[in-house]
């Protein structure tokens, strides 16, 4: 997993000191190494590490600043990198020079820590965050949710250079329609790419001809290449059981239709979006249970499950079949996921709960967690379940899983949040399900800072805060009461291909701004990803193509869309178109697939038409070539000066002694 060192350069002043962050363990990792602010053309640099005595050169540094000076923002071009495996307690320096020999200086030697696995992003503005949804681009489309009731507004998070979000850079992005203010909603990335939004628990402005702020049926669809929102209506056009969608559950099945449900309703109680045709066709007979606070989450089979929220609880869910447009009930689960007593009630007069995330893991097993401290196991194969284990007590205080969050991590096991139990309130906790149980994980960031409530652990973080896994591994995760945002470092990935993306078609030779298809298998991975445990469903099962250049390590993403198939079972035929963004670095690269952090073996690419690598764009990963210095002595009268470098030269008016 990829971390940041920085060597800070100006003009031919060197700021000393490596800045040490995050490393999973002692083992040795990619990480990354990274000279931060702006370098003179003229300067190069080699990272080093102390083995066995002396100092061995690692690699050059790739990519440089156009100028030696900074803009106003301090963002400059290709900030120098290596990227190099190196195990925690080596010792490092960089090596700063100028090519012609004229000045070579030493940093002073840091050592390689391992820190926590908490990091804070840098440059986040100042907001309420709220849903964090990864787009097909890399990009993760984040609501601003203004004083904490919903806005309109949004915010683009970029990905650098590196590919790291944690530096990544920040952008407004449009606004939704101004009578459309969502506050807790269903939203799902949709087959082209685009993101939907539809329906809401709140809307900050209220909705004509509603009295009531509460459970909007208002949608608008974002599109990331035009960055636009279009309005969107109703199913049934907001009519008789369609007045209202709230908070309800919604999934994108594996044909990449967008399903949702309406708050209550005694007749049909699911809907399908045609995008092309802007338009909605009812489904769901048999539905037994309620969607309001409930969950649907896509099967390996291509069918959904949705847990009974219904208080007293019935210890059974629902499975819809896409090919009848109906829901039979399953078989009794072995614990209760629901309240004792509802917190509201639905259609009839029914009481209803919470309920927590529900995902699939690699192995195809279906991981339930309850508005209780209980969770199961489901096999949607054999329609048979088995009793998970129960969330811990925190400082004699009992937690559990209602209205949290789960990401489905590429070391195989899932990261949770979770709050008290029954009173469903902060401080929110981090815990880590592996397969057998479910443990309290660190709240500390790499500073030692508590993040549980995202300022301090005193502070309550409602439901747990927001999460999103990310292409890289990681996860992010806010508060929802205040605008830090952490990134989540899982110890190494799981080294099994057969749970990864398999790649079985794609050109080799790829042009800037140009479309391409790629074919192969399990291209939206084995698991949903991210999941809310009720509207919020940032499920990421499709795939997000990645692209490395081979020479200066830049990492870039291709917009992919035209996504045949969003189906999570094992060995899945799919394909998806994708575009080379215009700015891409040309030259060999490696490409990869990655979905819900799982990524395919790299391919290498040839890119052409983009942006002249610079003649210094150094050596590659792993170059076991080292850049040699020496020293001469120059004379001018008694003066004496020594001139270090790979071909030195003595300044003007100086002799070589």
Same mark, same amino acid.
């Given at each position: 997993?990829?971390?940041?060192?920085?060597?800070?350069?100006?003009?031919?002043?060197?700021?000393?000191?490596?800045?040490?962050?995050?490393?999973?363990?002692?083992?040795?990792?990619?990480?990354?190494?990274?000279?931060?602010?702006?370098?003179?053309?003229?300067?190069?640099?080699?990272?080093?590490?102390?083995?066995?005595?002396?100092?061995?050169?690692?690699?050059?540094?790739?990519?440089?600043?156009?100028?030696?000076?900074?803009?106003?923002?301090?963002?400059?071009?290709?900030?120098?990198?290596?990227?190099?495996?190196?195990?925690?307690?080596?010792?490092?320096?960089?090596?700063?020079?100028?090519?012609?020999?004229?000045?070579?200086?030493?940093?002073?030697?840091?050592?390689?820590?391992?820190?926590?696995? +908490?990091?804070?992003?840098?440059?986040?503005?100042?907001?309420?965050?709220?849903?964090?949804?990864?787009?097909?681009?890399?990009?993760?489309?984040?609501?601003?949710?203004?004083?904490?009731?919903?806005?309109?507004?949004?915010?683009?998070?970029?990905?650098?250079?590196?590919?790291?979000?944690?530096?990544?850079?920040?952008?407004?992005?449009?606004?939704?329609?101004?009578?459309?203010?969502?506050?807790?909603?269903?939203?799902?990335?949709?087959?082209?790419?685009?993101?939907?939004?539809?329906?809401?628990?709140?809307?900050?402005?209220?909705?004509?001809?509603?009295?009531?702020?509460?459970?909007?049926?208002?949608?608008?669809?974002?599109?990331?290449?035009?960055?636009?929102?279009?309005?969107?209506?109703?199913?049934?056009?907001?009519?008789?059981?369609?007045?209202?969608?709230?908070?309800?559950?919604?999934?994108?099945?594996?044909?990449?239709?967008?399903?949702?449900?309406?708050?209550?309703?005694?007749?049909?109680?699911?809907?399908?979006?045609?995008?092309?045709?802007?338009?909605?066709?009812?489904?769901?007979?048999?539905?037994?249970?309620?969607?309001?606070?409930?969950?649907?989450?896509?099967?390996?089979?291509?069918?959904?499950?949705?847990?009974?929220?219904?208080?007293?609880?019935?210890?059974?869910?629902?499975?819809?079949?896409?090919?009848?447009?109906? +829901?039979?009930?399953?078989?009794?689960?072995?614990?209760?996921?629901?309240?004792?007593?509802?917190?509201?009630?639905?259609?009839?007069?029914?009481?209803?709960?919470?309920?927590?995330?529900?995902?699939?893991?690699?192995?195809?097993?279906?991981?339930?967690?309850?508005?209780?401290?209980?969770?199961?196991?489901?096999?949607?194969?054999?329609?048979?379940w088995q009793t998970g284990p129960t969330f811990p007590q925190v400082d004699g205080v009992q937690y559990a899983g209602g209205d949290n969050n789960a990401?489905?991590?590429?070391?195989?096991?899932?990261?949770?949040?979770?709050?008290?139990?029954?009173?469903?309130?902060?401080?929110?906790?981090?815990?880590?399900?592996?397969?057998?149980?479910?443990?309290?994980?660190?709240?500390?960031?790499?500073?030692?800072?508590?993040?549980?409530?995202?300022?301090?652990?005193?502070?309550?973080?409602?439901?747990?805060?927001?999460?999103?896994?990310?292409?890289?591994?990681?996860?992010?995760?806010?508060?929802?009461?205040?605008?830090?945002?952490?990134?989540?470092?899982?110890?190494?990935?799981?080294?099994?291909?057969?749970?990864?993306?398999?790649?079985?078609?794609?050109?080799?030779?790829?042009?800037?701004?140009?479309?391409?298809?790629?074919?192969?298998?399990?291209?939206?991975?084995?698991?949903?990803?991210?999941?809310?445990?009720?509207?919020?469903?940032?499920?990421?099962?499709?795939?997000?193509?990645?692209?490395?250049?081979?020479?200066?390590?830049?990492?870039?993403?291709?917009?992919?869309?035209?996504?045949?198939?969003?189906?999570?079972?094992?060995?899945?035929?799919?394909?998806?178109?994708?575009?080379?963004?215009?700015?891409?670095?040309?030259?060999?690269?490696?490409?990869?697939?990655?979905?819900?952090?799982?990524?395919?073996?790299?391919?290498?690419?040839?890119i052409s038409g983009g942006t002249a690598l610079p003649s210094d764009a150094g050596q590659t990963k792993g170059s076991s070539k080292s850049v040699l210095?020496?020293?001469?002595?120059?004379?001018?009268?008694?003066?004496?000066?020594?001139?270090?470098?790979?071909?030195?030269?003595?300044?003007?008016?100086?002799?070589?002694?």
């Amino acid at each position: 997993m990829k971390r940041t060192v920085i060597l800070a350069i100006s003009g031919l002043l060197l700021i000393s000191g490596l800045t040490t962050v995050n490393i999973p363990s002692a083992l040795a990792s990619p990480q990354l190494f990274q000279r931060g602010g702006c370098d003179a053309d003229s300067a190069s640099a080699v990272l080093q590490k102390f083995e066995s005595g002396v100092w061995k050169d690692v690699a050059s540094a790739s990519g440089r600043a156009r100028s030696a000076t900074c803009d106003a923002s301090g963002a400059n071009f290709g900030s120098p990198f290596v990227t190099a495996d190196l195990p925690v307690g080596t010792q490092v320096r960089w090596h700063v020079f100028d090519p012609s020999g004229a000045w070579s200086i030493f940093a002073d030697v840091q050592t390689v820590q391992a820190p926590s696995i +908490w990091q804070s992003l840098s440059n986040v503005p100042d907001h309420k965050w709220g849903v964090m949804i990864l787009m097909t681009d890399g990009r993760v489309l984040v609501e601003d949710q203004g004083t904490g009731n919903g806005s309109n507004n949004w915010w683009i998070l970029s990905p650098d250079s590196s590919g790291s979000y944690i530096t990544g850079n920040w952008t407004q992005a449009a606004s939704m329609p101004a009578n459309f203010q969502p506050l807790y909603f269903p939203a799902a990335v949709l087959a082209d790419g685009k993101v939907l939004v539809e329906g809401a628990e709140i809307n900050s402005l209220g909705q004509p001809p509603k009295d009531s702020n509460y459970d909007s049926n208002l949608g608008a669809l974002y599109d990331p290449v035009a960055n636009s929102w279009t309005p969107v209506n109703p199913p049934n056009n907001g009519n008789g059981e369609w007045s209202k969608i709230g908070d309800t559950g919604n999934v994108v099945l594996a044909n990449g239709t967008f399903m949702i449900g309406n708050q209550d309703s005694p007749v049909t109680d699911q809907a399908l979006f045609n995008e092309a045709s802007m338009s909605w066709k009812l489904t769901g007979t048999g539905y037994e249970a309620r969607n309001e606070e409930s969950g649907f989450t896509l099967l390996p089979n291509g069918k959904v499950f949705s847990a009974d929220v219904r208080v007293p609880s019935s210890q059974s869910a629902h499975i819809y079949d896409p090919a009848t447009g109906k +829901w039979t009930p399953t078989s009794k689960a072995p614990v209760s996921f629901t309240f004792p007593t509802p917190i509201t009630t639905g259609y009839g007069g029914q009481g209803i709960s919470e309920m927590g995330p529900a995902v699939v893991l690699p192995n195809g097993l279906l991981f339930v967690v309850g508005a209780t401290p209980n969770t199961a196991l489901y096999n949607s194969a054999t329609d048979t379940w088995q009793t998970g284990p129960t969330f811990p007590q925190v400082d004699g205080v009992q937690y559990a899983g209602g209205d949290n969050n789960a990401v489905v991590l590429n070391n195989g096991n899932v990261l949770l949040t979770g709050t008290t139990y029954p009173k469903e309130s902060g401080p929110s906790h981090f815990f880590i399900y592996d397969g057998s149980t479910i443990k309290l994980l660190g709240d500390s960031n790499s500073s030692g800072d508590a993040i549980s409530g995202g300022v301090n652990a005193s502070a309550a973080s409602p439901f747990g805060g927001e999460m999103l896994g990310l292409p890289n591994g990681q996860v992010l995760w806010n508060s929802q009461v205040g605008n830090q945002i952490f990134a989540y470092t899982p110890d190494t990935p799981v080294s099994d291909s057969s749970l990864a993306p398999t790649v079985t078609s794609v050109a080799k030779e790829l042009a800037a701004g140009q479309t391409y298809i790629l074919n192969g298998t399990q291209l939206s991975g084995l698991t949903t990803g991210s999941f809310e445990g009720d509207e919020r469903q940032n499920s990421t099962n499709y795939p997000i193509l990645q692209i490395t250049n081979s020479s200066n390590n830049t990492v870039s993403y291709a917009r992919t869309f035209d996504i045949a198939s969003f189906s999570i079972a094992k060995g899945a035929a799919g394909s998806f178109k994708f575009q080379i963004p215009s700015n891409i670095y040309n030259g060999s690269s490696s490409l990869r697939v990655i979905a819900s952090g799982f990524s395919s073996a790299p391919i290498t690419v040839n890119i052409s038409g983009g942006t002249a690598l610079p003649s210094d764009a150094g050596q590659t990963k792993g170059s076991s070539k080292s850049v040699l210095s020496k020293t001469i002595q120059c004379v001018k009268g008694k003066a004496v000066k020594s001139v270090s470098g790979i071909s030195p030269k003595c300044p003007a008016g100086y002799a070589k002694k």
